[in-house]
């Protein structure tokens, strides 16, 4: 007779919800955290949207990734004793926010642009092919 245990079950339960997780620079984690914490407000740009703090923009990228990040939860079946988990969503890309700089002064309009590539290899990659 084995004594060794057959693990934790893992079932496969898509709530069909559609997550998108959105990496959050420190400075906006710490504004958000605050005790004034301040309103949020999300515009349509020409090239992406914009999240706006009362300080600062940000442009909103999708970003791709080879591996997979499954959003879990814990699941009980009726029909047996065992507490297991439930993977309710897969996720292959997430949100990234990029501080945008506003060129108002001297261009005579409400341009934004990107304020730089922040040197990761994927994307100096991707433009060379």
Same mark, same amino acid.
């Given at each position: 007779?084995?004594?060794?245990?057959?693990?934790?079950?893992?079932?496969?339960?898509? !709530?069909?919800?559609?997550?998108?997780?959105?990496?959050?620079?420190?400075?906006?984690?710490? #504004?958000?955290?605050? !005790?004034?914490?301040?309103?949020?407000?999300?515009?349509? &740009? !020409? %090239? &992406?949207?914009?999240?706006?703090?009362?300080?600062?923009?940000?442009? #909103? =990228?999708?970003?791709?990734? %080879?591996?997979?990040?499954?959003? #879990?939860?814990?699941? %009980?079946?009726? !029909?047996?004793?065992?507490?297991?988990?439930?993977?309710?969503?897969?996720?292959?890309?997430?949100?990234? #926010?990029?501080?945008?700089?506003?060129?108002?002064?001297?261009?005579?309009?409400?341009?934004?642009?990107?304020?730089?590539?922040?040197?990761?290899?994927?994307? =100096?990659?991707? =433009?060379?092919?």
């Amino acid at each position: 007779m084995s004594s060794q245990s057959r693990g934790t079950p893992v079932h496969h339960i898509p !709530d069909g919800a559609g997550y998108r997780l959105i990496e959050l620079p420190a400075e906006l984690v710490t #504004l958000l955290e605050s !005790d004034t914490a301040p309103v949020l407000t999300l515009e349509s &740009s !020409d %090239s &992406s949207a914009l999240l706006k703090t009362p300080s600062k923009t940000y442009a #909103l =990228r999708q970003k791709n990734t %080879s591996n997979a990040l499954m959003l #879990l939860q814990p699941h %009980s079946d009726p !029909d047996t004793p065992e507490q297991g988990i439930a993977i309710v969503s897969t996720i292959h890309e997430t949100v990234e #926010l990029e501080p945008v700089i506003d060129k108002t002064a001297g261009s005579g309009g409400n341009a934004t642009t990107n304020a730089g590539a922040k040197g990761k290899w994927h994307e =100096r990659f991707g =433009r060379s092919r």
